[in-house]
Every structure is written in structure tokens, then in C-alpha cells.
């Protein structure tokens, strides 16, 4: 399953009173999420498979639900496979060109160049992934993808100095099916075009001796798309921690971002916290007690406030290997034209963008492992928000969406679970789902969130040569509506299965194939556009 593009649509904003949005405000971003990844231990880069045995496990933890929309992302980045003592044969090859084919048009290219010394480390990667024509209407679903970064990164004595730069382009059509299926579209009219260019400068402590710890990063970035729409965001974060007693911690965290934004009009969104916090550490129990402050402001809502969060969070180990964990606490999640766009790409124009308020979210689970290969978790948590948000057809253009808005205070009840497996380094499998329950009030439903989720992800390593990986999705629950003809559509049940095979022909040479989607369904994760149905990637792989 490759996902293909997004969408752009005309605003209808409704507006309340300053700073409230209304119940079934729509409006319209364009714009790709595309992260600003944060700067990369290049020495870590993920580095060519091999076979040998090792002790890593498969750890993991919860942390609040984002309730991100998206579709899984099924990406066609095979491992090399390289076998095992590589060291006698002149060590680990770090570096690799790969390019592929496959039905759809699909062309694919990717390179990763990089050296590291004692205390210098760089890199710089390209990825390449279009498909000439997509799901419907031939060349008018077709996408392509463009990612260049590069790496840099120093490390001192007592400190770690890392940097990031990187241009992501996105190409796609708004291919939604039409109310007049026969009528002519001219290309370019459907066509959007995102492109983001982003920094990031981090500099962090490594000295366990340092009586303060630290770490700071600045990132800024500017996303533009085909409709003279852009958005520019500049962040800052830094957290330390000071040791008071052998057993209690003070820990600061604090965050500014400002950001413009540029469509039908101009104007700008600022975030600042502040989050001073205390831990007690002892034994098998751990309290952690912090009060986060936020003032947010945004020109076009007419915002500016500060709103304060009490957090608490309680950890106990009552048997070894085991947690039991829970808290209370909240947040302003901040969201931006790149993060919707993330979440779904079929946006208009103008969209509205507003932050949400996590105001209380109770909380409580366990984690733990059985033995070196069993992990679990659970969590429960029942949360209120302000602002929540979902997606759905705009009330003037069904083929492009709209972000709405629950300007209520509404619950939301999250179950989530996790089961890890592994044997040494030769079978890995996680299995993880996700169960929510909305109360809306001002929307008639959480348009385009799931109520079910389940994702099981597996590697295997059948010998020396041969490695691949078994994913499975499942998404539940899924709802939009077209306004225009008054219909609510109830989405079909997403369930998608994916295949990736490596085998390693030479030292230098692997081959690689990927088939996703295989149960061949041209599902529909947003109303009107379906997605690729059985489609395949296959390629060499050449490292040095």
C-alpha cells in the first residue's frame, strides 16, 4: 500500500466569539505534514542488516495518544542484507544506492552517503518514489515524493553538536471521484505541490559528570505549496535537570515557537511554555509532580492566553519486571498547517488551524516483560478536550476537506495495548491496538477518526542471506459526510496486509521486492478517494 497524495479546498470559517471556533468550522490547509526530523546521532544511523545474534530488546512505552488521522504509511525502504562477520571482511557498509520499479508507473531511487570518525559524523540521504498513474483516472492520481536531508554532527568532550538540513518536495492530484464523472479536468487545475525546506541545530551534554544536565535545539522551516500558501515556523526547546538530593530531581522544560502564516491573509500563531517539575526517586517508587504553563496567540482567532496544566504521574514496580503506572495532567497540543497536512492531504484553502486542549486526562496501565523475549503494556486513559478536531468533505467542494473543530469540552476514552516478541535476532513481532470512545457535542460525529486500530508488525531472518518483514492494519469506525447531498457515508473497514523480502546475492549486492496492499482492496481511508489496490516494488540494492 503506497499512499498517495493530498487535497485543497475552499474555507467555509465559522467564528464565534474571540478565540472559539465553531461546532462545524471548516476550513482548509494545504500543505503535506512533513516533520522537521530532530538532529540524527549519525552514529547510530541505521546500519545494514546483519545476522548475528544480539540482546536488544524490543522496548517500548506509551505516551498520550496524538489521535493522528493518517493512513498507515507503507514505504518501500528495504534493509540490505548483508550477512553475518562482516568485520573479517572489512567492516560494515554503510553506504548504499538502491533503485526499483513497479506497477503504477512506480520509480524508485535512493542513496545514503556517509563517514564518521571519532568525533565527527555526516551524512547525506536522497530518496526518490513516484508512481505515474494511481488508483483512478490514470496520470490525474499519479504522486511523486522528493526527500534530501543532510546530517552533520560533533562530539566533544562534555557536549554533542548536531545539525540538520533537508528540502522535502511533495507532488499529487486531487483525484476525489466527481459529481460529474464525464466532464473534462484539466491537470493542472487538481495539481498540488508542496515544498519544505527546514534547519535544526542541537546541542546537548554527554558528561554523566556535569552537575547539570542539558539539552537544546532550535529548528525553523518553511513550507510553501502551488498556491502561493506557506507557513513559516521557527521552535526552541530546552530541557535540564538538576540533581537536589541523592533521590530528588529538578527537571525544566520550556518551549517557544512562532510561526507565520501566509493564504488569503497573513497572520501569526505563537506558543510559549514553561514546565518546572520536582521527581522523587525511590527504590521501586517513583513520583513525578510538574505544573506546565502555556500562553498561546493567534492574530486571526483574536487569542492571546495563558492556561496552566497541574501533572502528577506515579510509578511503582511491584514485581521485578513489572510497572504500574498513573497520573493526571494536561496540555496545549499544538497543531500547524505542516501537521494537518500530515494527517491528511486532501485539504483546501485558508483552512482554520487552532491548538487543542487536553484540559484533564486521567491515566493508569502496567509494562513489563516475561523473560528476555516477552514484553506487554496497557494503558487506559479518559481524557477531556477543547478544540478537538477531525476531517471531512468541505461544504463547497465534497473532493477536498476540511479541518472541524469541537469547540465544547468533550471526553475522549482510550484503551491502548502492546505485546512484544523476539527470539535473539531472528523473529520479531509486535502487536499493538488502539480503542477509542468519543462524546462530541457540537459535531455531529468525529468526522475521519478511527474508533479501532490494530497494527502487527513482524521481521524474520530465514538465513545468512534472507530477511523480510510481515505487516498487517486494521482501521475501524471511520465516518465523513457530504454536506451537499446531506449523506453520511460509514467507510469500509481498512484491513492491509505488506510483504518485504531482502536476500543478499554478493557482499555488495542485494535484491529486494515489496508487495503491499496484498488483499487488493482500493480502500477508502478519507470519502471519494481510494487508494492503491495490490501494487509491488522490486530492485537491487548496492552498498559500499
Not at 479536468?185 to 554523566?208: E, H, S
Not at 529486494?512 to 487488493?520: D, H, P, Q, Y
Amino acid at each position: 500500500m503506497l499512499v498517495v497524495a493530498s487535497c485543497f479546498s475552499l474555507p467555509v470559517l465559522a467564528q464565534k466569539q474571540s478565540g472559539e471556533i465553531d461546532s462545524q468550522t471548516f476550513e482548509i490547509e494545504k500543505k503535506k505534514k512533513i516533520e522537521l526530523p530532530p538532529a540524527n546521532r549519525l552514529y547510530n544511523k541505521l546500519q545494514p542488516f546483519t545476522s548475528e545474534e544480539d540482546n536488544r530488546k524490543l522496548n517500548y512505552e506509551f505516551r498520550t495518544p496524538k489521535l493522528t488521522l493518517g493512513t498507515p504509511k507503507i514505504t518501500p525502504t528495504v534493509l540490505p542484507v548483508n550477512g553475518e562477520n562482516k568485520e573479517d571482511e572489512g567492516g560494515n557498509l554503510n553506504n548504499y544506492v538502491k533503485v526499483g520499479g513497479g506497477n503504477y508507473g512506480k520509480i524508485y531511487g535512493e542513496t545514503f552517503i556517509g563517514n564518521n570518525t571519532e568525533d565527527l559524523a555526516y551524512d547525506i540521504h536522497f530518496k526518490h518514489l513516484s508512481n505515474q498513474t494511481g488508483p483512478v483516472d490514470g496520470q490525474n492520481s499519479a504522486n511523486s515524493e522528493n526527500r534530501l536531508k543532510l546530517n552533520g554532527q560533533y562530539i566533544g568532550n562534555s557536549f554533542k553538536l548536531g545539525g540538520t538540513a533537508f528540502y522535502d518536495r511533495d507532488n499529487y492530484y486531487f483525484y476525489a471521484n466527481r459529481s460529474a464523472p464525464n466532464a473534462e479536468i484539466l491537470k493542472g487545475n487538481i495539481r498540488q505541490t508542496i515544498n519544505t525546506f527546514g534547519v535544526q541545530v542541537g546541542l546537548d551534554n554527554i558528561d554523566n559528570n556535569k552537575f547539570i544536565d542539558y539539552s537544546i535545539k532550535t529548528s525553523l522551516y518553511r513550507l510553501s505549496d502551488r498556491y502561493s500558501a506557506s507557513e513559516t515556523d521557527w521552535g526552541t526547546n530546552f530541557s535540564g535537570s538538576v540533581p537536589i538530593t541523592e533521590n530528588i530531581f529538578a527537571l525544566l522544560n520550556a518551549d517557544a515557537y512562532v510561526s507565520q502564516r501566509t493564504d488569503a491573509e497573513t497572520f501569526k500563531r505563537n506558543l510559549f511554555s514553561v514546565k518546572p517539575a520536582f521527581k522523587f526517586s525511590y527504590d521501586a517508587f517513583t513520583v513525578t509532580a510538574a505544573f506546565k504553563a502555556v500562553n498561546e496567540t493567534d492574530d486571526r482567532l483574536k487569542i492571546n492566553r495563558t492556561v496552566g496544566f497541574p501533572q502528577v504521574e506515579v510509578d511503582a514496580v511491584p514485581l521485578a519486571g513489572v510497572h504500574v503506572f498513573a497520573g493526571y495532567g494536561g496540555d496545549l497540543n499544538r497543531n500547524t498547517l505542516r501537521s494537518l497536512l500530515g494527517e491528511n492531504r486532501w485539504l483546501g484553502p485558508n483552512v482554520t488551524i487552532a491548538n487543542t486542549e487536553r484540559s484533564r486526562d486521567i491515566y493508569g496501565g502496567f509494562k513489563g516483560e516475561l523473560g528476555p523475549s516477552f514484553q506487554f503494556e496497557g494503558k487506559v486513559s479518559y481524557a477531556t478536550f477543547k478544540n478537538f478536531y477531525g476531517f471531512n468533505n468541505d461544504w463547497l467542494d465534497s473532493t477536498k476537506f476540511a479541518v472541524v473543530y469541537d469547540a465544547d469540552y468533550i471526553k475522549v476514552l482510550t484503551v491502548s495495548a502492546q505485546v512484544g516478541y523476539q527470539y535473539q535476532n531472528i523473529v520479531r513481532s509486535t502487536l499493538r491496538g488502539d480503542f477509542y470512545d468519543y462524546n462530541v457535542k457540537r459535531l455531529e460525529a468525529p468526522w475521519g477518526r478511527p474508533r479501532s486500530t490494530v497494527t502487527w508488525n513482524n521481521s524474520f531472518v530465514f538465513s545468512k542471506k534472507m530477511f523480510a518483514t510481515i505487516d498487517a492494519y486494521y482501521i475501524g469506525g471511520l465516518k465523513n459526510k457530504n454536506f451537499q447531498t446531506g449523506t453520511t457515508h460509514n467507510l469500509k473497514s481498512i484491513v492491509d496486509l505488506n510483504l518485504k523480502i531482502d536476500y543478499l546475492l554478493t557482499r555488495n549486492f542485494s535484491a529486494f521486492a515489496s508487495i503491499n496492499n496484498l488483499l487488493g482492496k482500493n480502500y477508502e481511508r478519507y470519502l471519494y478517494y481510494p487508494q492503491q489496490g495490490l501494487n509491488f516494488l522490486a530492485g537491487l540494492s548496492f552498498q559500499f
